[in-house]
Each structure stands twice: as C-alpha cells, then as structure tokens.
C-alpha cells in the first residue's frame, strides 16, 4: 500500500453487507483470520485514522497486518462481486478454462469457454472475447477435430474483428478525451479547424460503429464536437441517444451502472449549465424510476437525483412536493456516507429552497444545519457567510428585529475574522446596505435596494469581486421581487423562461 490511510479508506468505502460478509468470510478461516478480523473492526470503529491508537493495541507487525488485511478484503471482494457481476464471471470461467486445459479435461475446458463467449457477447467485452478466442485456438489446435483447418480459419477471423473493434473503440475514446479537454479549456475553433483535429470523417452520418461500447463513445464524440461547432441543440440530441443507448443495452447498464448514471447526471448538468430546464422532468423521472441492487448504486441516485431535484425546484420556484423531497433529503443524509461537500451543497440547497419558498422558519433551521456541518471557522467560509445571509434576508423578511441584529452581528464577526479573498466584497457590500435597509425609513428603502442593485451588476460587470454559490442572481432577484412586489417564485420561474 502507498499510504498507511489506504486500508482505513477501503474499509470506510465497504456498505455494509459487503463488511458482514467478508466478517463471516473471515470467520471461516480460523484462529489465525480472527486476529486479522479484530483489526478490521477496530479501524471500522475509528472515526479519523490514527496508526498510534492502532499500533499500542497491535504492536509492531501493524504494518504486515493491515497488508495482509488489505489483500484480503479485495479476495472476499472478489468472490462477492462474482455472484453479481458477469464480468467477474467471464473473468472466473477464463481461470476455470484454463486450469482444466492443464489438466487434460480439453472438452470440459471448451465449454466453460463457450459459456463465458456467451456472457462476453452480452456485454459487448471485445478484450475478453479476444482472450477467449485465444484459448478456443489452444483447444481446437490440441484436439485437431475434423474440419478443425476451418474452424481455425473462423476464429482468426473473429480474432481480427475483435482486434479492429478494439481499435475503433480506442480512437473514439482518444477522440472523446481530446475534445473534453477542447471543452474544459473554453478553446474556440472554427469548423475546419476541428475537421482537421479531430478527423471528422469519422463524425459522418453513415458511419456505422464496429460494436456497443463503440456507438456509446461515437454517439459522446459526436455530441462534443457539435458543442465545440457551437450547434448545442444538435449536440443534446447525441447527449439523448447516449442516455437512450444503455436501455438498449440492459445487460451492459446492469454491470456498468455508475457509468450509466454519470451519463444522465452529465447531461443534467449540461441541462443546467445551458439553462435548459425544460429536459429536467423526464430526465428526473427517468432517474426515480431507477431500482438500483446495491448500496453504492443507491448512494449514487439518492446524491445525485436530489442535488439535481433541488436544482430544478430552486430555479422554478417549486413547492409542490418540497416536503417529499427534503424528508428524502434527510433520510438520504442518514443512510448513506457522503463526503462533506455532498453533504454541504445538499443542505445549503434546501437552507436557499426554503427561502425562495418563503419558508422562513425552514430556512433559519436549514441555515443552521450548514453551520453546524462546518467545523472551525476558516473552514469553507463560502458556505458559512453565504448560509449566513440567506438567515439574514429570511429574518428581514419576518421583520424579527432581534433575531435581524443577532444576525447581522455574528456574520460581521465572521468577515472579520477571515483573510480578505475574491468574494469578501461582495459581502461587505451587501452587508453595508442591509444595514441601511434596517436602519432608513419605509420611504428611502426602495431607493437603498435599487442602489444595491446597481452595485451588485457593476461589481459583476468590472469583475471586483466574486459571489459565492450563485448569491449575486438571488440577490438580484431578490431586489426585484420587493421593488416589483412579486414573490420570489414567481421571479425565479420568469427568470428561467425569459
């Protein structure tokens, strides 16, 4: 292992029934595997790593221990995925093959390859079905069957098939990489430009992919390069047929389901970078009707269809089904080990939902939460100050004159106490015209909120200063709700259309 935090790491990534049965694994080993399994539940009950707490109670073979360990969690892995996984299985029946060819059972070794070709054709596996077609050669060869010349013939055939589907995947893989980092990296280039890059003699419509996992990466090359040709409805109805082309594929969606659910998650996010909501609802809908078999597959839909749920209610102004949807926010926040910015932008995101809701009493409980999920106070002070203001604007909005000062206090004390960055102006700013809210008269409030305003666009306009998680927008909108008196909502919904 390179690092002593590796084992702690993998221990913490098992779910819980992959660690009850490398425990009864472990137990079948005898005396020897239970001093191994004490050090296993021991670094399973530490909350933070700490090899001194580890090394007082296991002494100095600690290292060679946790080796041994760590080896041999992944062998029960193995043994656990290869009752889920047909890929494990092909894997598993390829060993199987060979170990009976050494032992002389040719015949048996045949068909324990016929039935692993049969499970690599599902899933579209070209490597393994180019492994296999290799030791069907070392059989056929042995064996010398009648007509056993032809049969040669056929699997070199099928072995330069393979070979070329390999290739061809390959290309569209390089091709996919090199126009994301064209993407990533904001380039500009005109058509010939990428025609040239990017040999678009590929991109043709009659170009037909040589297999499954080859149309996936064509159909992702194509959707990229009309993003970088600047033809983005062209490049949603690829980004579409990719979704679509895992259904077409259930057993390859079945054993790659992370991939599967990247994809849709991809496109949601290009959805809400392009601000086009409009594809959200299927898009959801099609995400919870997912019944994922495992826990790492049910920790992947719950973060990533409640971010994008959140999302979609924050920009519509929904609260249609809020209650639904924060319970699954909660229960979701129990259930499943989520790293600390999950846990932060989910939180902070219901904190803004139920602003915007005008659920204020939600949204002070919200805020609070964010808070209490941060640790010391230099710790992602983004987070903080802006979970910070959003309770300012919900108190000012219940005009609880103490809770607005209590506020409005604590969240100066914590500017003070953190080093000048890129978005300390936009608070400063804010802060110093919410308190002249607080202080003007009913009559000279409308003209501090347009001057606000003002400031808050200058300020993005010359690039002065930076606001976190997108507050200049709610600050904007917020503004025009009280200048237009219009709710919240409504100026979130028209704000998205128009």
């Known amino acids: 292992m390179k690092l002593k935090t590796d084992l702690f790491h993998l221990i913490r990534a098992m779910s819980k029934s992959e660690k009850r049965?490398?425990?009864l694994d472990a137990q079948k080993s005898g005396r020897k595997a239970s001093n191994y399994l004490e050090l296993f539940r021991a670094i399973n009950d530490l909350e933070e790593y700490d090899e001194a707490v580890l090394k007082e109670k296991f002494g100095t073979n600690l290292p060679f221990d946790k080796a041994y360990l760590y080896d041999a969690i992944l062998r029960s892995m193995r043994d656990y995925r290869s009752s889920k996984s047909r890929a494990a299985k092909i894997k598993e029946m390829i060993l199987d093959a060979k170990y009976l060819y050494e032992r002389g059972l040719y015949e048996q070794s045949e068909a324990r390859l016929g039935q692993a070709k049969l499970l690599a054709l599902e899933l579209d596996d070209q490597l393994a079905l180019l492994e296999i077609n290799r030791e069907t050669m070392n059989y056929v060869w042995v064996m010398k069957k009648e007509n056993y010349g032809t049969t040669i013939e056929q699997l070199l055939l099928e072995k330069d098939q393979n070979i070329d589907n390999i290739n061809e995947e390959l290309l569209f893989l390089s091709i996919c990489y090199k126009l994301n980092m064209a993407i990533q990296s904001?380039?500009?280039?005109d058509k010939k430009a990428l025609e040239d890059e990017f040999r678009a003699e590929l991109f043709a419509a009659s170009h037909q992919p040589r297999s499954?996992?080859?149309?996936?990466?064509?159909?992702q090359s194509m959707a990229f390069f009309s993003e970088l040709q600047g033809e983005f409805d062209r490049a949603y109805e690829y980004?579409?047929?990719?979704?679509?082309?895992?259904?077409?594929?259930?057993a390859i969606k079945e054993e790659e389901y992370a991939r599967y659910i990247a994809d849709i998650s991809n496109l949601l996010y290009a959805c809400y970078t392009r601000r086009k909501y409009e594809y959200f609802p299927d898009l959801l809908e099609k995400l919870e009707k997912e019944t994922p078999n495992n826990y790492h597959d049910q920790r992947l839909i719950f973060r990533q269809l409640t971010n994008y749920k959140l999302i979609y209610f924050i920009n519509f102004g929904v609260s249609t089904g809020v209650e639904k949807l924060v319970q699954q926010v909660e229960h979701g926040m129990t259930a499943y080990k989520l790293n600390q910015v999950s846990k932060l932008y989910l939180t902070?995101?219901?904190?803004?939902l139920m602003f915007i809701i005008g659920d204020y009493a939600a949204c002070r409980d919200w805020s609070a939460k964010v808070i209490k999920l941060l640790g010391k106070k230099e710790d992602r002070p983004d987070f903080r100050l802006s979970a910070q203001l959003i309770l300012l604007l919900a108190v000012y909005e219940?005009?609880?004159?103490?809770?607005?000062?209590?506020?409005?206090?604590s969240i100066q004390r914590n500017i003070r106490g953190l080093a000048e960055n890129d978005y300390m102006p936009f608070f400063h700013l804010v802060i110093r015209y919410i308190k002249r809210l607080i202080n003007n008269p009913l009559e000279k409030q409308a003209t501090a909120l347009e001057k606000l305003l003002s400031s808050i666009q200058q300020m993005k306009q010359e690039?002065?200063?930076?606001?976190p998680l997108g507050l200049d927008e709610l600050l904007q909108i917020w503004i025009k709700s009280k200048r237009d008196n219009k709710s919240l909502q409504q100026l979130f919904r028209e704000n998205v259309n128009g």
Not at 212 to 219: M, P
Not at 240 to 250: G, L, N, Q, R
Not at 463 to 467: M, R, V
Request: aromatic share 16%.
């Open 398 to 409: 219940e005009e609880d004159i103490d809770r607005i000062d209590s506020t409005l206090r």
């Open 21 to 23: 049965y490398f425990t």
């Open 186 to 189: 904001k380039q500009t280039l």
């Open 239 to 250: 980004f579409f047929k990719m979704v679509d082309w895992w259904d077409e594929h259930p």
């Open 348 to 352: 902070f995101n219901v904190c803004l």
């Open 212 to 219: 499954a996992h080859t149309e996936r990466r064509y159909l």
């Open 463 to 467: 690039k002065k200063g930076i606001a």
